[in-house]
């Protein structure tokens, strides 16, 4: 059974810092590994997707890698901003079964940036 | 032009009572989801949609009923509601089951269990 860990639960950090989100995934036999920000009161907007044959993915300041040997992604975020305050999921979709496109989330990181 | 959209936001009612939460996409996408995300955040799926057939379906109660008139619209009815099913219900859809596209997901309806 897949299991998403995230690491920190919690991260606070000055304006302008750079910072690292962590997922880690027990099962290696995924079918891509998903971004997603959650804002109080509002559903998951997806930030990047990688596919299992892809190390990294870019948007602005938002980079995702994977290794997925090592069953470990890390979200970058550069230049923090107080915008960027919200929870931070991670997601893995499995390779093989019947239900293959069926998400297992993280419990996410909840990430304040500090004016 | 909102994408997925969910009514109502909130629900606020007492045990044993009957509820439905309807969901609406306007992305032409084939799949739709229910999720439920408890009091410790987590967030698990709860039900899946392919063009109006049930694809998936993770052990939930059968006081869970979801209904698909057609393709945009996935509707979740719960009967006799229990207080640990307090939880915010978030809907989603995808293109299909096999293209490589993120999930779009609705703001959530905060369900309350007096």
């Known amino acids: 059974k897949q299991e998403v860990t995230q690491i920190p639960a919690a991260l606070s950090v000055p304006e302008g810092e750079n910072l690292v989100l962590n997922c880690s995934f027990t099962?290696?036999?995924?079918?891509?590994l998903q971004w997603f920000r959650q804002d109080p009161g509002k559903g998951l907007t997806s930030l990047l997707l990688i596919q299992s044959s892809q190390r990294e993915q870019t948007s602005g300041r938002l980079n995702a890698s994977l290794d997925k040997s090592s069953g470990r992604s890390t979200l970058y975020i550069a230049a923090s901003q107080p915008g960027d305050s919200a929870t931070y999921l991670c997601a893995v979709r499995p390779l093989f079964g019947g239900s293959n496109y069926k998400l297992t989330f993280g419990k996410g990181t909840l990430l304040t940036v500090n004016p | 032009d909102t994408a997925v959209s969910q009514t109502p936001k909130y629900l606020v009612t007492q045990m044993g009572n009957d509820k439905s939460i309807k969901c609406e996409q306007n992305?032409?996408?084939?799949?739709m989801y229910w999720y439920k995300q408890d009091s410790k955040k987590f967030l698990k799926i709860m039900f899946s949609?392919?063009?109006?057939?049930?694809?998936i379906n993770e052990t939930v109660p059968n006081r869970f009923s979801p209904k698909s008139p057609d393709k945009a619209h996935l509707n979740l009815h719960i009967n006799s509601l229990e207080l640990g099913d307090s939880a915010v219900y978030f809907c989603?859809?995808?293109?299909?089951?096999?293209?490589?596209?993120?999930?779009?997901f609705g703001d959530g309806t905060r369900l309350s269990i007096l």
């Open positions: 992305l032409g996408h084939d799949t």
């Open positions: 989603a859809s995808s293109q299909d089951t096999l293209t490589l596209q993120p999930q779009h």
């Open positions: 099962d290696s036999a995924i079918y891509n």
């Open positions: 949609y392919n063009n109006k057939e049930l694809i």
